[in-house]
């Protein structure tokens, strides 16, 4: 336990680089107020991570004296995590182990101040049952993503899921309900809020079967202020790199015939003969590919924006050889956030009709989840 007096003006310091907060790793609970009641007091521990005399934990013969009142030196703690240093396991709480505790938390603290005010994002989260996996995603799971070039609004996210829905997609339900759903959600808590301008900036995280993933994205094509989030494996983040150039490639069909088909080949490959199985063979097959395939390509948003300007190409494109009454089918294999960017870019009213089909392995293939009309 310390003894030695330290400056005022250094516990101030170290309350401002700690933001009033347990510097323990994990623990960063508030010192100020007590959570319980909310009553406001000063509850914190300031702690020495080299003792303020060479018989304390962690205590040097010369550097004690010289430390005792340096604020590199001094770590605001609850008492929880006090008398955890410094009486129950002091040898598993050596210097380097604090010091980097304590680097850790002000540099966090640095950063998240440091935000400029105007660069508030509101989180959107849109899950779904994915073939029979359940999709788990929650505010506090993902707000750390936002940061340093947005940061949360508030303490919470708009989600626009169905709460502790068992339904799986290989069901005939499935479609309709989570359609019916998106709808009323985005109608209700969305939509309002948009027309009073009170979502500035909206950072969408979203993980659902992939023609749910087109849909959602026809909501938001009026939205200019959006980050579409891609959840990536490799490393485990939902975070983008600097920008990075993909090629798209836009294939025609070879002849015209009375059915047209669209097959997006970024994810993997898709066979024409997947395609004809479901529609026949009377069919023109336009095709959008990148040249590797991959669920884990897309890692900035220059990807996103590119792909969207590539889909543009290929509506205009089909629209003037087909006409605009044709009903295009839609055979995608192709990353979440590019789903999105679909939905995003396509006009109602100006492009043609879309029927969305999934790949469906417990049904054998291709299957149709529904269409998407032009008026």
Same mark, same amino acid.
């Given at each position: 336990?310390?003894?030695?007096?330290?400056?005022?003006k250094t516990?101030?310091?170290?309350?401002?680089?700690s933001?009033g907060?347990?510097?323990?790793?994990g623990?960063?609970?508030s010192l100020?107020r007590?959570?319980?009641?909310?009553?406001e007091?000063n509850?914190c521990?300031?702690?020495?991570?080299?003792?303020?005399?060479?018989?304390?934990?962690?205590?040097?013969?010369?550097?004690?004296?010289?430390?005792? &009142?340096? #604020?590199s030196? +001094?770590?605001?703690?609850?008492?929880? *995590?006090?008398r /955890?240093?410094?009486?129950?396991?002091?040898?598993?709480?050596?210097e380097d182990v604090?010091?980097?505790?304590?680097k850790e938390?002000e540099?966090?603290?640095d950063?998240?101040?440091g935000?400029?005010?105007?660069?508030?994002?509101?989180?959107?989260?849109?899950?779904?049952?994915?073939?029979?996996n359940p999709?788990?995603?929650?505010?506090?799971?993902?707000?750390?993503?936002l940061?340093?070039?947005?940061?949360?609004?508030?303490n919470g996210?708009?989600?626009?899921s169905?709460?502790?829905?068992?339904?799986?997609?290989?069901?005939?339900?499935?479609?309709?309900?989570?359609?019916e759903?998106?709808?009323?959600?985005?109608?209700? &808590?969305? #939509?309002?809020? +948009?027309r009073?301008?009170?979502?500035? *900036?909206?950072? /969408?995280?979203?993980?659902a079967?992939?023609?749910?993933l087109?849909?959602?994205g026809?909501?938001?094509?009026?939205?200019?202020?959006?980050?579409?989030?891609q959840?990536?494996?490799?490393?485990?983040?939902w975070?983008?790199n600097?920008?990075?150039?993909?090629?798209?490639?836009?294939?025609?069909?070879?002849?015209?015939?009375a059915?047209?088909?669209?097959?997006?080949?970024?994810?993997d490959?898709?066979a024409?003969?997947?395609i004809?199985?479901?529609?026949?063979?009377?069919?023109?097959i336009?095709s959008i590919?990148?040249?590797?395939?991959?669920?884990?390509?897309?890692?900035?948003?220059?990807?996103?924006?590119?792909?969207?300007?590539?889909?543009?190409?290929?509506?205009r494109?089909?629209?003037?050889?087909?006409g605009?009454d044709?009903l295009?089918?839609?055979?995608?294999a192709m990353?979440i956030?590019?789903?999105i960017?679909l939905?995003?870019?396509?006009m109602?009213k100006?492009?043609?009709?879309?029927?969305?089909?999934?790949?469906?392995?417990?049904?054998?293939?291709?299957?149709?989840?529904?269409?998407?009309?032009?008026?």
């Open positions: 336990m310390s003894v030695s007096y330290i400056p005022e516990k101030i310091l170290l309350w401002g680089k933001a907060r347990c510097q323990y790793r623990c960063n609970t100020y007590d959570d319980l009641t909310q009553a007091f509850q521990y300031i702690a020495h991570i080299v003792a303020d005399s060479p018989n304390g934990p962690r205590g040097h013969v010369t550097r004690s004296k010289e430390l005792k &009142q340096s #604020l030196n +001094l770590m605001l703690l609850c008492d929880t *995590h006090h /955890l240093i410094d009486k129950v396991e002091v040898e598993n709480h050596p604090l010091l980097l505790m304590k938390h540099d966090r603290i950063l998240i101040t935000i400029n005010p105007n660069m508030k994002s509101e989180i959107i989260i849109y899950k779904a049952s994915i073939g029979n999709v788990m995603m929650t505010y506090d799971s993902l707000k750390e993503f940061i340093p070039e947005k940061y949360p609004a508030r996210a708009t989600d626009l169905i709460s502790n829905s068992t339904s799986v997609d290989s069901r005939k339900t499935f479609w309709e309900l989570q359609l759903n998106l709808d009323d959600q985005f109608k209700e &808590q969305v #939509l309002p809020k +948009l009073k301008s009170e979502l500035s *900036h909206i950072s /969408l995280f979203a993980m079967p992939i023609p749910l087109i849909k959602l026809t909501y938001l094509n009026d939205i200019q202020q959006l980050d579409v989030r959840k990536r494996r490799n490393p485990d983040t975070k983008f600097d920008d990075i150039d993909t090629v798209y490639n836009f294939t025609t069909a070879q002849d015209i015939k059915q047209v088909a669209l097959k997006i080949e970024l994810s490959n898709v024409d003969e997947r004809i199985r479901v529609l026949g063979d009377n069919i023109s336009y590919s990148i040249n590797h395939p991959s669920n884990d390509f897309v890692k900035s948003r220059k990807q996103i924006i590119d792909f969207g300007e590539k889909i543009k190409e290929a509506f494109e089909i629209k003037k050889i087909h605009q044709v295009l089918n839609i055979f995608p990353p956030s590019l789903a960017q939905g995003r870019v396509w109602p100006a492009d043609v009709s879309m029927k969305i089909f999934d790949q469906n392995y417990i049904l054998g293939g291709f299957v149709e989840a529904f269409e998407i009309r032009n008026f």
